[in-house]
C-alpha cells in the first residue's frame, strides 16, 4: 500500500522514468475524456439533444460508456459527501437519528421513476433550454440508488464502534474532527469500501431508467449505454445487447482494477484485530504507482496536506457534544417532538389534499392491495437470498484469494441490469403460457442479493484476526460455529445489507414487475407495476399515492423486524 509520509519525501531525489510516462499519458486521456464529454453534452440546446439519435453501431458505445461511467463517478462523489454527513449526524444526534433514519428507510423504498417523476421538470426548469438539467436529473436518480446504500453501511460501523476505541479516543482527548477521520472513518472503511463497489453497482441496475427518461409528455434519452439499451429492447436487437453486455463488462473491470481492488487493498490495514493479518499481495496498480516517481512524489505531497487537515483540533458542532455527553434534556425533546410533528401533520395534510381532488378511497385500497402483493415477494426472495448468500459470502470474505477473484465477478453481476433479462424471460413466459405473477419474480432478485453477499463479505473480512485463531484452537466447528461465533460477528452487517436488500428489492419492482420485448408487454400484479403505469401515464397523484404506499410498508417492515434484529446486534458488538 501506498505509504504518505513526509519521510517519503527526504529519501531521495526522485527522477521520472517511464512508468511515470504511461501513468500521465492515461492520466491525459482521461481529462481530454472527459473534457470533450462536458463540451458535447452539458452545453448543447435541450432541443438538439432530444432531436440526437442513439445509434446502436459498436463504433458508438466506447463513447457511451465514457458518458455513463462520468455520470456514475458523479452520482458517486456526491453520495460519498452524502453520506459522511447524513449518516453522521444520525449517528452522533439522538434527536436527529429519531428523524433521519425513517427518512432513509423512506427514501430507499422510494422507486428511481418516483425520484425522475418529481426531479426532472425541476431540473429541466433550473437550467431552462440546456442538457446541463437534464444531466443533472440523471445524476440525481443514479444518486438516489448508491447514497442510501453507503450511508447506511456507514451508520452500522458508527453505532457498533467498540467501547475500548471510544474511550481510547477520550484518553488521547481527539476533537469531534480527529474522532472522525482518525477513528470514526478508518473503522468503517472496510465495509464503506464494499458498500460503494455496491453502490456503483446498484447505478448500473438502474442506468436504464435514468438515461432514457420518460415522464407523462416528457422524454429524452441522454447518450449512454442505458439509453443504447433501451433503445435495444425496444428493436429486439439482440446482438445490440450482447454488446452493450460486453461495454459493461469491459468498463466493469477497468474500474475494479483501476479503483476499487486498490481501495479493498488499502482499506485492509484498518481491519480492527489485535493480531498480525496475513500479508496479501498488493494489486498491480498499486505497484504501479509506487514505480512512478512523480505520481509518487504528489501522492506524498498530497498525504502530507491531507494529514495536517485531518489532524486539525476543529471542534464539533453542539448538537453531536450535547447527545454524547450530557444527559437527554426533557423540555429540548418534546420541542423537538412537536416541530416533527408539525411538520409531518403539514406534509400529511399537503398530500391529501393534493391527491383527493382526482382519487377516491377505492384507489387506496387498490394501491394497498397491490403492496400486498409485492410484499409477498420481497419476503420470499429475502429468504432465499440469505439462505444463499450468507453462507458463500462468509467463505469468501474469510479467503482473501477468493475474495480477489471473486470481487469483479459479483461487481459485474450485481450491475447487470434487470432489463438485459427481459428478452428470454418474456420469451419463456409466453412460450409456456406461466403466469408472469411468479415467473416475473426472479427478476426482483437480481437487484436484492447483492446488497446480502457484499455486506456479508464485508463482514467476514473484517472478522478480527485474534477471533478465528481462537476459534481454531478450540476446534469450534459446524452449527456451532456458526451459532456462537459467525452469526454474531457478521450480523450487523447482514442487517445492514438485510435492510438495504428489502428496500432495494421493493425499488426493484418498479423494473421487474412490468417486462417488455418489443411490442410484447408483460405485467405482474404489484405496487411496482402501479407506479409504473402511473409513470408512463403522467399521473402524479397515483404516483404519490402508490409512493406514499410503499413507503409505509417499508417502514413497518424495518420497525417490526429490522430495527429491533440492529439494535440487537449493535448491543452484542460495542459489549463484545
Known amino acids: 500500500m501506498v505509504n504518505f509520509t513526509p519521510s517519503a519525501l527526504t529519501s531521495g531525489r526522485r527522477m521520472p522514468n517511464r512508468w511515470d510516462g504511461v501513468a500521465m499519458l492515461l492520466v491525459m486521456g482521461l481529462l481530454i475524456g472527459l473534457v470533450d464529454v462536458g ?42 459527501v452524502f453520506t459522511f454527513t447524513f449518516a453522521t449526524l444520525a449517528a452522533k444526534s439522538r434527536r436527529a437519528g429519531l428523524i433521519l433514519i425513517p427518512i432513509l428507510d423512506i427514501l430507499q423504498s422510494v422507486p428511481i421513476l418516483g425520484f425522475l417523476s418529481f426531479t426532472v421538470v425541476f431540473f429541466l426548469n433550473l437550467f431552462p433550454g440546456r442538457v446541463v438539467g437534464a444531466e443533472l436529473a440523471c445524476v440525481f436518480a443514479i444518486f438516489t440508488s448508491q447514497a442510501l446504500n453507503m450511508a447506511f453501511s456507514f451508520y452500522q460501523s458508527l453505532t457498533t464502534l467498540p467501547n475500548d ?105 484498518f481491519r480492527f484485530e489485535t493480531t498480525a493479518a496475513v500479508a496479501t499481495p498488493d494489486p498491480w496498480m498499486l505497484k504501479l504507482i509506487r514505480q512512478t516517481r512523480l505520481l509518487q512524489a504528489i501522492f506524498d505531497k498530497m498525504g502530507i ?24 434534556s426533557r423540555v429540548i425533546d418534546g420541542i423537538w417532538f412537536v416541530m416533527i410533528a408539525a411538520l409531518a401533520v403539514y406534509a400529511l395534510w399537503q398530500i391529501i389534499g393534493f391527491v383527493s381532488t382526482s382519487l377516491h378511497w377505492s384507489d387506496l385500497g387498490t394501491a394497498v392491495l397491490m403492496g400486498v402483493f409485492t410484499m409477498f415477494r420481497v419476503i420470499v426472495l429475502m429468504v432465499i437470498a440469505a439462505l444463499i448468500w450468507v453462507p458463500i459470502g462468509v467463505w469468501i470474505g474469510l479467503r482473501p484469494k477468493a475474495t480477489r477473484i471473486a470481487q469483479p465477478i459479483a461487481q459485474f453481476l450485481a450491475a447487470f441490469p434487470a432489463n438485459l433479462l427481459f428478452p428470454p424471460f418474456v420469451v419463456a413466459i409466453v412460450y409456456f403460457h406461466v403466469s408472469p405473477n411468479i415467473w416475473l419474480t426472479p427478476l426482483m432478485l437480481i437487484g ?129
Request: charged share 10%.
Open 165 to 269: 476505541l471510544q474511550e481510547a479516543s477520550r484518553a488521547f482527548r481527539l476533537s469531534p474532527w480527529q474522532k472522525f477521520w482518525r477513528l470514526d472513518v478508518p473503522f468503517a472503511m472496510p465495509g464503506l469500501v464494499w458498500n460503494t463497489m455496491l453502490s456503483m453497482s446498484g447505478g448500473w441496475f438502474f442506468v436504464v431508467a435514468s438515461e432514457a427518461i420518460t415522464v407523462g409528455n416528457t422524454s429524452f434519452a441522454l447518450p449512454g449505454i442505458g439509453s443504447y439499451v433501451a433503445l435495444a429492447l425496444a428493436q429486439k436487437n439482440l446482438l445490440a445487447i450482447l454488446y452493450a453486455i460486453l461495454a459493461m463488462l469491459i468498463v466493469i473491470l477497468l474500474y475494479d482494477q483501476l479503483v476499487f481492488r486498490p481501495l479493498v487493498a488499502w482499506s485492509g490495514k
Open 448 to 576: 436484492t442479493q447483492w446488497y446480502i453477499l457484499f455486506n456479508v463479505i464485508a463482514g467476514a473480512a473484517a472478522f478480527p484476526g485474534d477471533m478465528r485463531e481462537a476459534v481454531a484452537n478450540f476446534r469450534i466447528r459446524g452449527w456451532l460455529r456458526w451459532r456462537s461465533v459467525m452469526i454474531p460477528g457478521i450480523l450487523p452487517y447482514f442487517v445492514t445489507g438485510a435492510i438495504t436488500a428489502s428496500g432495494g428489492a421493493w425499488n426493484a419492482s418498479i423494473v421487474a414487475e412490468v417486462a417488455s420485448w418489443g411490442s410484447t408487454n408483460l405485467q405482474a400484479q404489484g405496487l411496482g407495476a402501479y407506479i409504473a403505469q402511473a409513470t408512463t401515464a403522467g399521473d402524479t397523484p397515483r404516483i404519490v399515492l402508490g409512493v406514499a404506499v410503499m413507503s409505509a410498508f417499508v417502514i413497518t417492515f424495518n420497525r417490526v423486524l429490522w430495527r429491533p434484529l440492529y439494535a440487537y446486534a449493535s448491543r452484542r458488538t460495542t459489549l463484545g
Open 305 to 328: 496536506v491531507v494529514g495536517a487537515f485531518f489532524r486539525l483540533r476543529l471542534s464539533g458542532s453542539s448538537s453531536v457534544q450535547v447527545d454524547e455527553n450530557r444527559k437527554p
Open 39 to 80: 463540451r458535447s453534452t452539458l452545453f448543447t440546446p435541450l432541443l438538439a439533444s432530444q432531436a440526437t439519435t442513439i445509434h446502436l453501431d459498436p463504433a458508438y458505445l466506447p463513447g457511451y460508456a465514457l458518458r455513463t461511467t462520468a455520470r456514475m463517478f458523479a452520482a458517486l462523489f456526491c453520495s460519498l
